[in-house]
């Protein structure tokens, strides 16, 4: 017995029962601490306002509290553990403890990136040999102060910050500087998916040229576009693609496809190429070369440009490497069917039917597209030239539309802010509340039905944005 007279065992589970209070009460009066502290407002995103990681209700705040420090301290795991293979990768044999020691530093550095994260501190200048450090310093010096921390800046801005610091922490090491933090997972959710490739490598062979088929095309596109970070296994596709697509149309909710079908036959432009901003790696990169390859094979355009990332802009971001990886991958697979398919699109990269635009920072940097014309002219110009462009994913389609949150009812025009270098698509499946172009009064039925619809990338949009007053012909 004890003093008071109780049996251990009632004391343990009275014992039990305050602990579990008192960390309830806890957590809720950190959670408030943690508010008050950052600024944070229990409300969702006003309309109008960029997204932000101050507003609580809403996907940006969830992305900086959930989403980012556990990518953060996933690298961090996943460096610890490889962190033999990596030297042996990267190091010469007589530097191997020195790049342990570099290792080491990184793991510091990024540790320290999360805390700055956690802890709503102000973006800090790039001091290396960033080739878009000016740029960097440049945007972060003409932030205005209150919008220069993570939770306050635009969300835009603070994941395009974050992603970019951490590969800077590789690109100024002695030793890891080809070392991409997300190749592995990048090269998992492309070799996971083979039987899903080759479904499509199969169904995809003496297509027809018609509108239907072009449709079908463009929703194996998008739905390939699904995954997302919350859980890093579930962006390896894994939907039945070929089967049940049918079964997701009413999820797609702007369709419009025959306005691209329609721009992509005109024979009066004099624009012979389509470029494709892609976005991830894996499956989704597989399903943009499908799409290039009826868009050649048809006579639709002579060439398809491939735009990707400087680095993972996002954990999943296609690089210039899982371009190539991607091709090699292909080409030697066991697979007759997908290997012939690889050597295919191989000698499609020869004969300039297909190419690798440049890496160019600005998909990358944190602006809008709206600051390409300004910051990025070549680009832009060579944008118009482009019969169709292509934006894939959710984070080009945010950069399309500033990150605002826009009256989702809202004119697409309209909210690109004058970016319409020629005739242009989003395909996109919806993982943020950064939308235009809906029914007035869908977006808030819908919301009734199911809260998380614009964060669960269930939906998706196929829209079209027509440039050819802009370049007048
Ligand atoms: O690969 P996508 O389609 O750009 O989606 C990834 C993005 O979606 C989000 O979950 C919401 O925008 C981001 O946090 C993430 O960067």
Redesign the pocket.
């Known amino acids: 017995m004890d003093p008071e007279g109780e049996s251990p065992s009632a004391v343990a589970t009275v014992h039990a029962t305050d602990n579990k209070n008192a960390d309830q009460n806890l957590t809720k009066i950190f959670k408030t601490d943690f508010d008050a502290k950052y600024n944070i407002v229990d409300i969702p995103t006003p309309l109008n306002a960029f997204m932000s990681g101050q507003y609580k209700r809403s996907?940006a705040y969830s992305?900086l509290q959930n989403?980012l420090p556990v990518v953060l301290t996933k690298v961090i795991d996943s460096i610890t553990k490889e962190k033999n293979e990596l030297v042996a990768q990267f190091a010469p044999t007589n530097f191997v403890q020195n790049s342990r020691e570099e290792l080491k530093i990184i793991i510091g550095l990024i540790s320290r990136l999360k805390y700055e994260l956690q802890t709503d501190k102000p973006f800090q200048q790039f001091n290396g040999d960033e080739p878009d450090r000016e740029q960097w310093n440049n945007f972060i010096t003409h932030l205005p102060e209150e919008g220069r921390t993570y939770y306050r800046a635009c969300c835009m801005h603070t994941?395009s910050y974050m992603y970019r610091k951490l590969y800077s922490f590789v690109e100024n090491s002695i030793f890891l500087k080809e070392f991409d933090f997300f190749a592995k997972i990048k090269e998992q959710s492309l070799t996971k998916s083979q039987n899903e490739i080759l479904s499509l490598s199969k169904y995809t062979r003496r297509t027809e040229h018609s509108l239907e088929m072009f449709s079908e095309l463009l929703k194996y596109n998008l739905w390939s576009?699904r995954g997302?970070?919350g859980d890093n296994d579930a962006h390896i596709f894994n939907m039945k693609v070929l089967d049940d697509f049918t079964t997701l149309d009413q999820y797609i909710l702007a369709n419009n496809s025959k306005e691209i079908w329609n721009c992509l036959c005109t024979r009066r432009s004099n624009r012979h190429r389509v470029d494709i901003v892609v976005?991830?790696a894996g499956f989704e990169l597989f399903t943009d070369f499908i799409l290039a390859e009826y868009i050649i094979e048809k006579g639709m355009a002579e060439k398809v440009c491939f735009h990707v990332k400087a680095h993972s802009g996002?954990v999943?971001n296609a690089t210039a490497r899982d371009f190539d990886f991607t091709l090699k991958y292909l080409s030697n697979h066991s697979d007759y069917i997908i290997s012939l398919l690889g050597r295919k699109f191989l000698e499609f990269c020869k004969q300039d039917k297909f190419e690798l635009s440049p890496t160019s920072y600005f998909w990358t940097s944190p602006n809008a597209f709206h600051c390409m014309r300004s910051f990025e002219p070549e680009l832009y110009t060579s944008l118009q030239r482009s019969k169709l462009i292509i934006f894939k994913?959710?984070?080009?389609y945010?950069k399309l539309l500033s990150d605002v949150c826009w009256e989702s009812s809202q004119d697409m025009k309209t909210c690109l802010g004058g970016f319409v270098p020629s005739n242009l698509c989003a395909v996109?499946?919806i993982?943020?509340e950064v939308i235009c172009g809906l029914r007035a009064g869908f977006c808030d039925d819908l919301l009734k039905q199911e809260p998380q619809w614009m964060?669960s990338g269930k939906y998706g949009l196929i829209q079209y944005v027509d440039g050819s007053r802009e370049f007048g012909y």
């Open positions: 996907y992305t989403e994941q576009n997302d970070i976005d991830s996002f999943f994913g959710d984070l080009n945010r996109r499946t993982k943020s964060s």
